[in-house]
């Protein structure tokens, strides 16, 4: 095991973002401006000594995860990898839906009528738990579920990550902020998602996570 730092990038504005739609494996394009602030990320980081690079498998945060590495002063050392482990929630049934109208199905039974209600009362596991309840196919991942996947990303990365070393990872939204819920300690404000193409900083020592940055705007 090893202590090492993890640069978490939330990747570029998309299609589905800019409509506000419920976005977790489904996938859409980054949009023009998904692509300009995704830019100004790997400006922001050119001169990072990234070790290693990591994205999710989706092609947002794949297309995102590429901007920054090539823009990288280590791009040819860097190959980088995708883990599907670090995908956002999966939503089920609610995939691609209209969000106001998703969360306002799954809140009814628990007497809240947005995101932020549930979020703010129960916490975002709950609003995970709440999700798969409403989901009429059950297929929306639980707390339990999520976290079993996440933890072995973790894993993961621990099997190549050194003592000092600075890891690249392009994920989402909503994992990012669920990941800092869980390791921030309660210092920061998550009534926001993260920014499109944000930096969220995170400490790894010996499999111990603690986050120690949200949401920082890069290339401003």
């Not at 089920?92 to 839906?97: A, H, P, Q, S, V």
């Not at 894993?155 to 890891?167: P, R, S």
């Not at 920014?195 to 790894?204: G, P, Q, V």
Request: a negative charge.
């Amino acid at each position: 095991m090893a202590k090492y730092q993890i640069y978490m990038i939330r990747h570029g504005k998309t299609w589905f973002n800019k409509y506000n739609k419920m976005q977790g494996w489904s996938d859409t394009p980054l949009a023009p401006e998904g692509l300009e602030v995704a830019k100004k990320a790997a400006k922001a980081l050119k001169d990072v000594d990234f070790n290693a690079a990591f994205s999710s498998d989706a092609r947002r945060a794949i297309d995102t995860c590429k901007l920054i590495v090539d823009d990288n002063k280590n791009r040819e050392q860097l190959n980088p990898t995708k883990l599907m482990e670090f995908r956002e929630q999966f939503y089920g049934y609610f995939e691609g839906m209209n969000s106001s109208e998703a969360w306002f199905i799954v809140g009814q039974p628990h007497g809240e009528r947005t995101f932020g209600d549930i979020l703010s009362k129960y916490g975002l596991d709950a609003t995970r738990d709440f999700m798969k309840d409403a989901d009429p196919f059950h297929d929306a991942e639980n707390a339990e579920e999520y976290w079993t996947r996440v933890d072995r990303g973790f894993e993961k990365i621990d099997q190549v990550a050194k003592d000092g070393d600075k890891i690249l990872l392009v994920t989402h939204g909503t994992t990012i902020r669920s990941i800092t819920e869980r390791y921030g300690h309660g210092k920061f404000d998550l009534t926001q998602s993260p920014k499109n193409s944000s930096l969220t900083m995170l400490e790894r020592d010996n499999g111990v996570n603690t986050v120690t940055s949200y949401s920082q705007v890069l290339g401003e």
